[in-house]
């Protein structure tokens, strides 16, 4: 907490938030993971940087351009969806009850192929819609026709790492075209947007084009984003078919000695902790529980295994064409239950834990853990107010409990990114909801029948 709001002379300042309780990180060395909560706090935001965390008395007379009392509300960092396929949106349920190579193989991919750039902006546009009334304010996406989606986000407001993924059958091509999306976009939208390498996954892509984007992504300072060791199946078959697991792959073709951050992860097995300890730079797994339910996939990630490693693990929701939703609030609670039956131990996942895994933690696994993350002097204004009155928040006696299981994204009142609101009182002010509805409504007859029969993958580990 620091309590020098205003320096003398100082211009008025852009935002101050007032009475609201505010989540701050105090990570010792004991605990490296512990949070607090501070009530009847004010939040002073300049040139999109939280300049000042104190009272509500301290800025009571503070000038402001704008001022937003949030009594009965909890101050957040926004919350991060670190793997998803937000143009999937146009597909939120259109393969339903399905194993998983049905599910791609008979629907999704040779639908896929069809999309115009019109689907994939309709669907970007609505997905950031709805992450953002969810309280979302940075995602991690790994999709086709990216210019695209980082066009949206540059509109709308919100913050992304994004990648333009490849698969190997589209031969030298499509690896050159996620370098020349990476390195054109990196830096856009104000600094908002950040790159990556996005191959496929190691069943997709072969071990030369991984050595080929581990070169590249050393050569030019970028993280690679991709899935890897899914479940257990791609992890069995990858063993029969190349003697390796697939973290193993990653490990020799130089992979994880780049900054990574692996989708899923739920096939990682003991034998790969200590390749992903020794991994050479920032490795992060990104957990999107609620897919493996639906999917009926034996294992969950093994997230404490992960943390022995010194692996942070971030939240996601992977696309909706799998998960039906883009609610990370839902991701954190189903994190927290599923580790717990996982585990046979009741004390883990704590509330507190699963809310640094939603924050700090999914921060740092899309490459912005000294920015973003934290509701703290220095840290950009990426941070949403939480409505705190509603009878099933009611009594309070363990707000981290209530932040988790509890509150719905619905209870999200305000999300602000770079100290600019993007939503006001439940109201969006950068997207028109009913417009994109009802174009995307109007083109889904088109959009199911165009690809049927068509793929450019084949799903078989």
Known sequence: MTQHAQPPGARPADLVITGCTVLVHEETAADPEHIAFVADAGI????????????AAEVSGLEAAERIDARGQAALPGLINCHTHAPMVALRGLAEDLPTEEWFNEVVWPVESGLTARDIELGARLA????????????ADHYFAMDTVADVVTEC?????????????????????????ALRRRGAAGGRITTALAPHAPYTVTEADLAATAALAREHALPVHLHAAENRDQT???LARHGATPVEILARTGILDTDLLIAHGTGILDRDLPLLARAGGRTAVATAPRGYLKFAWPATTPVRALRSAGVDVGL?????ASNNSLDVWEAMALTALVQKQGEGDPRWLTARQALHHATLQSARAVGLGESVGSVAPGRRADLILVDLTGPHTRPVHDLAATLVHSVRSSDVRTTIVDGRVLMRERELLTLDVPSVAAELERRLPALVGRGRGRRVQTYDT
């Open 157 to 181: 407001g919100l913050r992304a790492l994004l990648g333009q993924a490849y698969f190997s059958s589209q031969g030298r091509e499509g690896r050159e075209a996620s370098l020349d999306f």
């Open 316 to 320: 996601a929701t992977d696309g909706a």
């Open 128 to 139: 950031c819609a709805e992450m953002i009334r969810a309280g979302v304010t940075c995602f």
């Open 44 to 55: 002073v935001v300049r040139d999109g940087v939280v300049q000042a965390v104190t009272t």
């Open 236 to 238: 069995r078959t990858s």
